[in-house]
């Protein structure tokens, strides 16, 4: 998975944190002037992707995290579920991680979409083999539950979570364990 989504038109040059102009050789600084939201997002942003750049990713995480302090945020919902589904900076946490790529889907991020996919699948198949159909059902509510809480009908949702991954083990050859998914699907 994609751990640097940059952000889009934005360059350190449009940071403006603490604002030096020149006049005549002498420096003046405008500290009495605070920065506008945008501008302290902007800037976090920023921060965030020289961090990621840098191989840096708890004080990446710390800059994305801010961000969303501020505001609902589709390039730090991204990185962040990326660390989250690659253990970078946070424990790895598949189900939080689809949590934060379904929020920057909902922000218009298609790819961010497909991503979550991926998380869910990855949750259920690492312990595929050590669970009973009703325990990979119990599995997929805790999912939906966490990562879909706007969902209409979860229980449909669950269904429909079960059937794709069924159908992804069955085109990737994993009969048997397609079989004990869609067994769950039942519940």
Avoid: W
Wanted: proline share 3%; net charge negative.
């Amino acid at each position: 998975m994609d751990a640097a989504q940059t952000q889009g038109g934005q360059s350190g040059e449009d940071v403006r944190a603490g604002e030096h102009e020149t006049h005549h050789g002498h420096e003046a600084h405008h500290h009495d002037k605070p920065m506008t939201p945008e501008e302290v997002v902007s800037s976090l942003l920023v921060l965030g992707q020289v961090a990621l750049n840098a191989g840096d990713y708890e004080s990446a995480v710390e800059a994305y995290a801010s961000v969303l302090q501020l505001e609902q945020n589709e390039v730090a919902l991204y990185n962040l579920a990326s660390f989250r589904a690659r253990g970078l900076g946070l424990p790895q946490d598949y189900v939080e991680a689809a949590r934060l790529f379904h929020q920057a889907e909902l922000l218009g991020n298609e790819r961010a979409g497909m991503l979550c996919a991926k998380c869910m699948f990855d949750y259920l198949h690492e312990a595929i083999n050590d669970k009973t159909p009703a325990n990979l059902y119990a599995s997929m509510v805790v999912f939906v539950s966490r990562v879909y809480p706007e969902a209409t009908d979860p229980k449909q949702e669950v269904s429909r979570g079960l059937t794709a991954i069924a159908n992804t083990l069955l085109s990737k050859g994993e009969r048997d364990q397609a079989q004990k998914v869609l067994r769950a699907a039942e519940f």
